[in-house]
């Protein structure tokens, strides 16, 4: 699976758009890129996945670049429940659900009141 | 939403005891659920994969016969610390994959801390 890299930590206001970025150049046709959070001694909550269109659920968008080197996360308005660990993974589809997930150290995300 | 528990969320025990840990997916069927553990400040690390109806998948470095995985149906899976030591204390999160024709996403449980005194 490819890799991911994501800033370590990021602050956004209350109300605010938060746009959680992540780089995965190496992503190959068939990777999806899977996004979960981590709030505080929980297990992680899956967010949102897209291959190559952007995504919207009631949670949060995910957009990814045409190259598809690159996504970010949105979260439209953003709430201090919202301040976790988030995790970018990029998946093989064909066998990405039944294989484990690689987590790696995400995004610290911290929403300012 | 797909929703996946564990029991019991926390367990403190003595050196030397074995602890089980259960994990149910409650509104759907998972053939594969998978086993991770998390120690303080770091990230989840795979544990092990377990399969509806066979033997478990263990990641390199876990002692396959220290932590014994059962799935024995399409809903439970359990995890099993035997002889239970103090550095085996770390919290220990399952998740669930739920398959279809549209989707391919694991759900986790909310994890259980294990303290081995």
């Known amino acids: 699976d490819a890799k991911t890299t994501q800033p370590t930590s990021m602050d956004c206001a209350e109300g605010r758009a938060a746009n959680l970025p992540c780089n995965h150049s190496t992503i190959s046709g068939n990777e999806y890129v899977y996004w979960y959070r981590q709030i505080h001694s929980q297990g992680p909550q899956y967010i949102i996945h897209g291959l190559k269109n952007n995504e919207t659920n009631e949670m949060a968008s995910l957009i990814i670049t045409e190259d598809r080197k690159s996504s970010t996360l949105i979260l439209p308005h953003a709430t201090l429940r919202d301040t976790a660990v988030y995790y970018c993974?990029?998946?093989?589809?064909?066998?990405?659900?039944?294989?484990?997930?690689?987590f790696g150290k995400g995004t610290h995300l911290i929403i300012q009141p | 939403g797909a929703v996946v528990s564990q029991h019991p969320s926390w367990v403190i025990c003595k050196s030397g005891t074995s602890v089980k840990i259960e994990c149910r997916s409650l509104d759907f069927q998972a053939t594969t659920m998978f086993w991770y553990r998390q120690f303080p400040k770091q990230s989840l690390m795979l544990m092990a994969t377990?399969?509806?109806?066979?033997?478990?998948?263990?990641e390199q470095g876990v002692e396959k016969d220290k932590f014994l995985i059962n799935h024995a149906s399409l809903t439970l899976s359990t995890l099993t610390v035997t002889s239970a030591h103090p550095e085996d204390s770390s919290f220990y999160i399952c998740s669930a994959r739920r398959w279809g024709r549209s989707t391919d996403t694991q759900y986790f449980g909310p994890g259980t801390r294990l303290t081995v005194l």
């Open positions: 993974i990029v998946l093989n589809y064909s066998g990405g659900g039944a294989d484990g997930l690689t």
């Open positions: 377990s399969n509806e109806g066979s033997k478990a998948t263990y």
